[in-house]
């Protein structure tokens, strides 16, 4: 049920919901950023560099999204790409996105996020670079947004298509989980159990 009044207030009330964002960030940071300054990674992520999202210049990160192909958006849609929403995400304290920094050419490698929220929720996404793939970059991400959800607090929700394989077998593979609702479009709502 939350999961279909979020999207319809994403998509049909942008304003509402860009309202419901500030407030969320400005309670979030109350309730989790102490924890969240305090936090530092501890998963191998050998030859990348995690880079947080307020730390990337937004038009590199436009440009990542607009080298993906139509394809990568089927079952990736979880925000806006332009530069007038990164700007927006960049400013979401709740937003705890980051960036894999591919180490030998300063490329972006990937795109994982933890869209929180203040009554302790969070909730997983996760972007591979087409020239990316196969590396197992998913499946490392999952555990850095694991690291970070678990770590601060927070309860770590998923929706992923059966249809996404490759989605799919990343986020079983680095989780434990427990399917928590079968949504229409044959996606699964995920519960991500702490280790």
């Given at each position: 049920m939350l999961y279909a009044i979020s999207h319809f207030l994403r998509d049909k009330m942008p304003w509402l919901w860009d309202l419901v964002d500030i407030q969320n960030?400005?309670?979030?940071?109350?309730?989790?950023?102490?924890?969240?300054?305090?936090?530092?990674?501890?998963?191998?992520?050998?030859?990348?560099?995690?880079?947080?999202?307020?730390?990337?210049?937004?038009?590199?990160?436009?440009?990542?999204?607009?080298?993906?192909?139509?394809?990568?958006?089927?079952?990736?849609?979880?925000?806006?790409?332009?530069?007038?929403?990164?700007?927006?995400?960049?400013?979401?304290?709740?937003?705890?996105?980051?960036?894999?920094?591919?180490?030998?050419?300063?490329?972006?490698?990937?795109?994982?996020?933890?869209?929180?929220?203040?009554?302790?929720?969070?909730?997983?996404?996760?972007?591979?670079?087409?020239?990316?793939?196969?590396?197992?970059?998913?499946?490392m991400m999952n555990k850095l947004l694991n690291e970070v959800g678990f770590g601060i607090g927070l309860r770590l929700f998923e929706t992923v298509s059966k249809d996404n394989v490759a989605s799919y077998r990343s986020a079983i593979s680095a989780s434990d989980f427990k399917v928590a609702e079968e949504l229409p479009h044959n996606e699964l709502y995920l519960e991500i159990i702490k280790d």
């Open positions: 960030s400005f309670l979030f940071t109350i309730r989790y950023g102490r924890k969240l300054k305090a936090f530092e990674f501890t998963t191998p992520h050998e030859g990348y560099e995690i880079v947080k999202l307020s730390d990337i210049p937004t038009d590199k990160l436009v440009e990542f999204f607009a080298r993906q192909p139509e394809e990568a958006y089927t079952f990736f849609r979880p925000h806006g790409f332009d530069d007038t929403v990164i700007k927006k995400l960049q400013r979401n304290k709740a937003f705890l996105a980051y960036l894999l920094i591919d180490n030998s050419n300063g490329k972006i490698a990937a795109y994982c996020f933890n869209r929180s929220f203040f009554h302790g929720k969070g909730f997983r996404g996760r972007m591979v670079d087409i020239n990316y793939r196969g590396k197992g970059l998913g499946t």
